[in-house]
């Protein structure tokens, strides 16, 4: 119980077992006493462990995987920005939501339609207030899956991996709540 708080790997018992090993045959221990040293040791090993599970060195060695978010294997603001334009020029395209992006004033739509994505991507910045944004506008479900295909697109258009497009509009759906006031059956 007391090393419970150092965390010791069957590695580190290892190593610590070596260490042991070499001290003593260098104090001039004869190898028989070596041997007794490191099989009493070695019988403790199950009591000092915190984790009894046989040690995989290749596991030990290999690098962990750094979570990367979404935003930047889109690319970040650059890759978002990009996206965002893509965005407008499908939006302008399709009958379904063309009228959402005529009425709305470019630069500031774009900056905060930037700011929403990002902060659904996992970018740095304030999430915007949707439901507060889209409460007059009367964004029904068929709008908002307009518009997540229009995002699919541009994503397309930008060269996005696949995986990565499904991945962000994964992220978007869970803002349909947010963003429609009417539904549609």
């Known amino acids: 119980r007391i090393h419970a708080v150092l965390l010791i790997s069957d590695f580190e018992f290892d190593t610590f077992l070596e260490c042991v090993q070499r001290a003593v045959t260098a104090v001039g221990a004869s190898p028989q006493l070596v041997d007794e040293a490191v099989c009493i040791l070695e019988a403790a090993r199950a009591a000092v462990l915190v984790n009894n599970k046989a040690h995989d060195v290749g596991a030990a060695m290999k690098p962990k ?3 990367v978010s979404v935003y930047d294997r889109l690319g970040g603001a650059g890759g978002v920005g990009g996206i965002v ?5 499908a939006a302008n395209r399709d009958k379904r939501i063309k009228k959402f992006f005529e009425r709305a004033a470019p630069v500031e739509a774009k900056r905060r339609l930037a700011q929403a994505l990002s902060a659904a991507w996992g970018g740095e ?5 949707l439901k507060r944004a889209h409460r007059s506008v009367h964004v029904g479900d068929f709008h908002f899956d307009a518009f997540l295909e229009v995002v699919a697109e541009a994503m397309d258009n930008s060269g996005i991996d696949p995986t990565d497009a499904e991945d962000a509009i994964a992220l978007l759906r869970p803002l349909r709540s947010a963003m429609t006031t009417t539904h549609t059956v």
């Open 85 to 89: 334009q893509g965005v407008f020029q």
């Open 125 to 129: 910045g304030p999430a915007a207030d």
């Open 65 to 67: 995987p750094v979570k």
